[in-house]
């Protein structure tokens, strides 16, 4: 069975420009977690997705968006980028709300220059 | 909102056990897990608790009481690839949130 699987690896972007990262869930699972770790700390909560709806966003400025499609993929995009954007940028799946195992892809290394 | 609390760095020497405690706040509580991550790497899964009690898995073993919102994971027979970091998280009705992390260093 395929795991998470997420795209690009690593992206480079310059400031202002705008980056779209993606994630493939375990399948059947219907929930979609994304995650920033700046280099050396935690993990920050940033969206979640389940049945194709946000179900929450944690405290990140709009411009950082995403959208699940109906095979459950889904998009992180952060517009205008700033260096402090650079990071790791985790996507999770779980079965069902709750998240009560979850199941993390490599992740995207973004890196805005 | 939620908040976890789990201590910064723990080290110890191969053989040894740990304990890494967890304590949080939170509402709508499905469950309390972990998750180890080594440097570069991806976190992976290590064991839930939803309900009070001990589960173990192997060398691992996870403990939960909701009544203390508390919970903590034992690392038994520690071995050099136990160094890590460990997080523990919550799940609730809201999202799935992680505490900062425990460092696990093990000494030869």
């Known amino acids: 069975e395929a795991g998470v699987t997420q795209s690009p690896t690593h992206l480079i972007k310059t400031r202002g420009q705008q980056a779209t990262l993606r994630c493939s869930p375990i399948s059947g699972h219907t929930s979609v977690y994304w995650y920033q770790q700046a280099l050396g700390l935690g993990l920050q909560f940033l969206l979640w997705y389940d049945e194709g709806e946000e179900r929450n966003r944690g405290n990140f400025p709009p411009r950082f968006s995403g959208r699940q499609f109906p095979n459950y993929s889904s998009e992180l995009n952060v517009n205008a980028l700033e260096l402090e954007d650079s990071a790791l940028y985790l996507c999770a799946s779980s079965l069902r709300q709750g998240g009560t195992e979850a199941f993390f892809g490599q992740g995207t290394r973004l890196t805005v220059v | 909102g939620q908040s976890l609390e789990q201590p910064s760095e723990v080290t110890a020497v191969e053989g040894a056990i740990v304990q890494i405690n967890c304590t949080y706040q939170?509402?709508?509580?499905?469950?309390l897990s972990w998750y180890q991550q080594h440097d570069g790497g991806a976190p992976t899964f290590l064991s839930y608790?939803?309900?009070?009690g001990l589960e173990e898995t192997g060398r691992f073993s996870s403990f939960l009481s909701r009544s203390d919102s508390y919970g903590y994971l034992l690392l038994q027979e520690l071995q050099m690839k136990d160094s890590a970091s460990y997080f523990c998280?919550?799940?609730?009705?809201?999202?799935?949130?992680f505490g900062a992390g425990t460092t696990v260093t093990v000494r030869a």
């Open positions: 608790n939803a309900l009070d």
């Open positions: 939170t509402s709508g509580f499905y469950g």
């Open positions: 998280a919550v799940s609730d009705d809201y999202k799935l949130s």
